[in-house]
């Protein structure tokens, strides 16, 4: 019997061997849809089946009371059990179903047909106060509104037209290579904490992606995996920092991180936990885990890297956001350049002045 059925299975997985003799692996887990499972488990393949599996959306039950068709219970309840709902990248469905939870508990007895395009502009316009939730509610009932066109519970898009709020702003502030010098000094290597940054400033990854991270991803010194908020399969080989601290590190998990008792973090319950280890360091408010990620991209891009190549290791979907931390990288390297030109080419010897005043 190979290593990989040495150890018990993941949780909610459960084996048995057909009437082939071949070894069956399913996720079964209650309300979730029950998923085979390729290979062994363990192996890559398997566990690259299994992470999918438990981070799928569970089944909507239906409601003990019954809903009028046409409402908007009806309709959020729907979409809740699409396959365009169903596919979104589990903090995005977690998003989305809060906000149209409370949407249906305000409006759930009204006609969704008779929603109208002034309603959703008051409703963002009463968000406004907090611009990104305003912009998540825009776009999460913007996204009912195409189900229920695509159901036939509406002939049109009360949404189409109504702007956003505004943000003025550069994002999570980035990290400075100050503060990786400070947080460096507080955790040393073999601590949760350095893993963490580590795990993050090398690999320019979301700190959803980050948490899921486990040494079932790393093989032949290349992490291997799939971006959750975008689906993007990416082969990352592993910096040698990075290597030093996982092999400094002890770790008999599933995941690299974990919590106390040692379990996976949630995205959520990961940021917060790293806020205090930024706070125990004596990093400036607003340092968090989020900069990392930029803080990663504009070592790469100091570095001398494309947007291309920056976005090859992060996954950036898009190049503009990348392209602005190879702007800023090619502004500075500019302008050293002209001034070390200048000093050389207009190099005059400096005088003392007398600080005798002329009578």
């Known amino acids: 019997m190979g290593p990989s059925l040495m150890r018990r299975p993941p949780k909610f997985v459960q084996g048995f061997t057909d009437r082939h003799g071949k070894p069956r692996w399913y996720f079964r887990r209650p309300g979730f849809k029950r998923m085979p499972l390729p290979g062994l488990p363990w192996s890559p393949e398997f566990m690259a089946a299994y992470e999918e599996a438990i981070e799928g959306a569970p089944r909507i039950e239906i409601a003990a009371k019954p809903m009028k068709p046409g409402t908007v219970a009806a309709a959020v309840m729907s979409y809740f059990n699409s396959w365009a709902f169903r596919k979104l990248a589990a903090e995005t469905r977690r998003t989305r179903r809060n906000i149209l939870e409370r949407f249906r508990e305000q409006h759930g007895d009204k006609r969704i047909a008779l929603l109208q395009s002034?309603?959703?502009?008051?409703?963002?316009?009463?968000?406004?106060?907090?611009?990104?939730?305003?912009?998540?509610?825009?776009?999460?009932?913007?996204?009912?509104?195409?189900?229920?066109?695509?159901?036939?519970?509406?002939?049109?898009?009360?949404?189409?037209?109504?702007?956003?709020?505004?943000?003025?702003?550069?994002?999570?502030?980035?990290?400075?290579?100050?503060?990786?010098?400070?947080?460096?000094?507080?955790?040393?290597?073999?601590?949760?904490?350095?893993?963490?940054?580590?795990?993050?400033?090398?690999?320019?990854?979301?700190?959803?992606?980050?948490?899921?991270?486990g040494r079932q991803h790393v093989r032949n010194g290349v992490l291997y995996l799939r971006q959750r908020k975008t689906g993007r399969s990416l082969e990352i080989p592993v910096h040698p920092a990075l290597q030093a601290i996982l092999a400094g590190t002890s770790s008999e998990h599933l995941t690299f991180l974990t919590t106390q008792a040692g379990q996976p973090f949630s995205p959520a319950g990961f940021t917060n936990w790293f806020r205090d280890r930024c706070n125990e360091a004596g990093l400036p408010r607003g340092t968090s885990a989020h900069g990392l990620r930029k803080a990663a991209c504009r070592r790469l891009a100091e570095a001398g890297c494309s947007a291309n190549l920056i976005a090859a290791v992060s996954g950036h979907k898009s190049l503009r956001e990348v392209q602005r931390y190879t702007e800023a990288a090619d502004q500075a390297r500019m302008a050293r350049s002209a001034m070390e030109t200048v000093a050389n080419t207009f190099s005059a010897p400096v005088t003392r002045t007398s600080s005798v005043k002329p009578r």
């Open 118 to 213: 002034e309603q959703v502009k008051s409703m963002v316009a009463a968000k406004a106060g907090t611009p990104q939730a305003a912009n998540n509610f825009l776009k999460t009932v913007r996204a009912l509104m195409q189900h229920c066109i695509d159901q036939g519970m509406r002939i049109d898009d009360p949404t189409q037209g109504v702007r956003g709020a505004k943000i003025k702003t550069d994002g999570y502030r980035t990290w400075t290579e100050a503060d990786i010098e400070a947080f460096e000094s507080a955790h040393p290597v073999g601590s949760r904490a350095r893993l963490a940054l580590a795990l993050l400033l090398y690999t320019a990854q979301r700190r959803s992606d980050g948490v899921t991270l």
